[in-house]
């Protein structure tokens, strides 16, 4: 017995105990947890259940409970001892902060609040955009910069540069808050941005294609509070948010790239493979499936890694990332960045599980073809893929077809058998192939393509057909930054050129576009034109939603209707060299006991009654009346 009246086993007892609680307590410090995916969630969700990932060193090591008698339907280890996914059941779980704790050996070493949310009133009866809407597409780098402060991060390796053209400009989300009364001024009803979540590539980061943190708005372009309160200040002026997401790729240097939860989170090879981008190999019933396999599984560029969506941790991580972000930001749409390019059956239960939490939520994939009937495969409920017993359950495609047609269309002075308008004519014969012709996004250009007044010189007379065109035809119309002044960009040069900074964006910026005093004469000639159009279109609801009428093209002149049982438009589209009279006779199905028509872009009325003198390389849209 020592001094103390311990005796020898007591001691050893004593300090036994010392040591287990010694260690205990040095796990409990150094426990950690780096990351919670989604950080946090929402009561009342259609899908009740709710996989989170916890991240940290050695996590998976511990047991997991959690508190408020929630229901945990499954935990998931992977080969990865730091990542554990744990599913819970939320069905009767109202907004509260749950509390996981983590033991070892049945003792509690730590803990973590996660919390469950309120969803907004009506959330999930969110009205999306449609075809009564205009989308202005817009770059955020290239844009406009509100606050230059945020031009560099200590966090992100690129710095801004704005000497270098495909460097960081330092646009931003202020920049676009500044000028929401602009975009509204043009008839525009929503905006479609590029990804403003983290890029954080050494170089050509200004793009944002290339994420590395896709719960986290790029630093240089503002916080996610920021984003949020881009939401709420387009909702006030009845603008609707369209987010660009990707399903496809992340970014070399997303952080989970550095230590992968599984090998096949992204598709590997044993050398590098790139997508060898032939999308029509998933259709093709010749195709290798050594084909198919490069095309889906090959990675976009080298500093893209191709997301494995047959993965089932994969595809519930973007799932729910993409609802959080709907929730979270109030978010009216998606466009959807090489939808195509993804795992099929993946990439459909992805836009199911959306549109089953958002039964009205549009979203537009970006299916880039050169054949009508493959970009129909892709939308919902095509009796095309049916023949393949597939769904995509995709609502909306983008129409490259009649993209491809703009391009080159405007310069054919002499229509014929495949030529000039006969074009255009040729691409909506093809409607019957869609599942829902109104729901297509019609675009004479964006982000990836040439810039219209860069193919047609600034020919105004040209831009302003096309620009009709997109505004009277079915579907959903798009503008690309810029265009409504004219801008040009030649994309022989890089894509730099068709991303250019739009002037008056930077606070010494000599031309400033944004107001009607800063504008050239030229520019806002562009800029009037256009605004009349849009601001016309939204009050017409013949365009948007009303049955389409088209005539076999002669001369060059393209003669079509669109229509509801109150309404009645006459585009008349001449796109030939010469002045045509053309007799109205032939159109009298849909012109019936109108009398005249006046022209909504000069308000001259035209009587209808025998025929219409159109000028060379213009166009009519006649109100009928």
Known sequence: MNKFGYTQSKNKAFIKKITLFLFFMSLSINAQIDKIEPPFWYAGMHNPNLQIMFY??????????????????????????????????????????????????????????????????????????????????????????????NDSNDNTVEKYNRDLPGGRHGGDIQGIINNLDYISSLGATAIWSTPLCEDNDPAFSYHTYAQSDVYKIDPRYGTNEDYVRLSSEMHKKDLKLVMDYVTNHWGIEHWMMKDLPTKDWVHQFDNYTQTNHKRSTITDINASEFDKKVC???????????????????????????????????????????????????????????????????????????????????????????????????????????????????????????????????????????PNPNNIMVFAENHDTSRFNELYNNDFNKYKMAMALIATVRGIPQLYYGSEIGMRGDKNKGDADIRQDFPG?????????????????????????????????????????????????????????????????????????????????????????????????????????????????????????
Not at 375 to 401: C, E, H, R
Not at 418 to 433: A, P, S, W
Request: no cysteine.
């Open 296 to 434: 889906l599984d090959g990675w976009f560029v080298p500093s893209m890694p191709d997301l494995n969506q047959s993965n089932p941790l994969v595809l519930n991580y973007l799932k729910q990332n993409a609802i959080w972000w709907i929730e979270y930001a109030n978010v009216d749409g998606f466009r959807v960045d090489t939808y195509n390019y993804s795992d099929p059956k993946g990439i459909a239960s992805w836009t199911k599980a959306i549109t089953d939490e958002y039964p009205n939520f549009n979203i537009v994939g970006e299916i880039w073809m050169q054949s009508q009937a493959q970009m129909a495969y892709w939308q919902k409920d095509s009796k095309i893929g049916a023949i393949q017993n597939f769904n995509s359950n995709l609502p909306s495609v983008m129409d490259f077809t009649l993209h491809d047609a703009i391009e080159t269309v405007f310069n054919e002075d002499d229509g014929n058998w495949n030529k000039g308008m006969v074009k255009m004519y040729d691409n909506f014969t093809e409607d019957f192939l869609y």
């Open 56 to 149: 940290g060193k050695d996590i998976a090591k511990y047991q997991v409970t959690v508190s408020n008698e929630t229901k945990i339907i499954n935990v998931k280890r992977t080969e990865n001892p730091n990542y554990i996914f744990v599913t819970i059941d939320t069905q009767k779980t109202p907004s509260t902060d749950l509390v996981f704790s983590f033991k070892s050996n049945n003792k509690e070493l730590f803990t973590q609040k996660y919390s469950i949310k309120k969803r907004r009133e009506n959330s999930a009866q969110r009205k999306s955009f449609d075809a009564s809407d205009m989308l202005y597409l817009l770059m955020p780098d290239r844009f406009a910069n509100g606050n230059p402060d």
């Open 505 to 625: 964006g930077w606070k010494n910026d000599e031309n400033n576009a944004f107001i009607k005093e800063g504008r050239t004469d030229w520019q806002n000639q562009y800029f009037d034109f256009t605004s009349k159009l849009f601001n016309w279109r939204k009050t017409n609801e013949a365009v948007h939603f009303g049955k389409m009428t088209h005539y076999i093209p002669e001369h060059n002149v393209y003669v079509y209707f669109r229509y509801t049982e109150n309404k009645t438009v006459m585009i008349v589209m001449n796109n030939s060299k010469e002045d045509h009279t053309i007799k109205t006779d032939r159109f009298q199905e849909n012109i019936k006991t109108h009398k005249t028509g006046k022209d909504i872009l000069t308000d001259h009325t035209y009587n209808l009654s025998n025929e219409i003198n159109i000028n060379s390389k213009s166009v009519l849209i006649l109100e009928l009346e």
